[in-house]
Structure formats: C-alpha cells, structure tokens
C-alpha cells in the first residue's frame, strides 16, 4: 500500500513558477513509477509528466515539455514538478500517481494517487 500526498499548490501570475512536491509513504517508493496528471474543470484528467523507477527516464506531454520538469527522490520518497513558465491554461488540479507497471500516460493503469493540489495561473 502507497499513500501519496501533494503539496505546493497555490496562486501564481502567469510567467511564474511552482514546484509541486508529492510524498509517498511505504519502504518501496522506488519500484513505482511515478506521473503527475491534471484536470481542469469541465475536461478530462490528463498526463502532465512521468518519471520511471531509477529517475532516469523521463516523459511529458506537449503541452508542458520545455516548461516542466519531473523528478525524484528515492532517499525522501517524493517525487517533485517543477513548473516554469506557467500559464492559464496550465490551471488545474494536479495529481500525484504511482504505479508498478503503468503505461505512464495513462492515470487509469497507475495503482495509486493522491487528492490533488489546486494551481491557479492568473493572467
């Protein structure tokens, strides 16, 4: 069992960044791969980034790449967004998934995930 809990939410002025932190409890944090999915109202969750086990791959979607960057630490079971350069459009709730064998943008083949934190980007 992995509980994830996300932080570091919050309001921000287009063009500037946050960095969404997700710690996850259990000793075997660093066989899950890990993605971080968004849903904004009235739309469908989507894939935002992810991050194998080792850290040493990583994916994003088009939207963000460029902007985002996930990673990991496996010493502090949490995994890390850092967002840059952020818009609007990038308004949504953000969750945290884990999953063992997941296809990584797809938040329905994940085992685990968080309650989500809220990014609002003002323009």
């Known amino acids: 069992q992995v509980q994830l809990v996300e932080s570091g939410g919050g309001l921000v002025q287009a063009g500037g960044s946050l960095r969404l932190s997700c710690a996850a409890s259990?000793?075997?944090?660093?066989?899950?791969?890990m993605g971080w999915f968004r849903q904004a109202p009235g739309k469908e969750r989507e894939f935002v980034a992810a991050?194998?086990?080792?850290?040493?791959?990583?994916y994003y979607a088009d939207s963000v790449k460029g902007r985002f960057t996930i990673s990991r630490d496996n010493a502090k079971n949490t995994v890390y967004l850092q967002m840059n350069s952020l818009k609007p459009e990038d308004t949504a709730v953000y969750y945290c998934?884990?999953?063992?064998?997941?296809?990584?943008?797809?938040?329905?083949?994940?085992?685990?995930w968080g309650q989500g934190t809220q990014v609002t980007v003002s323009s």
């Open positions: 998934y884990a999953g063992r064998w997941a296809t990584l943008t797809d938040h329905r083949t994940y085992d685990y």
């Open positions: 259990g000793r075997t944090f660093s066989v899950y791969s």
């Open positions: 991050i194998d086990w080792s850290g040493g791959v990583t």
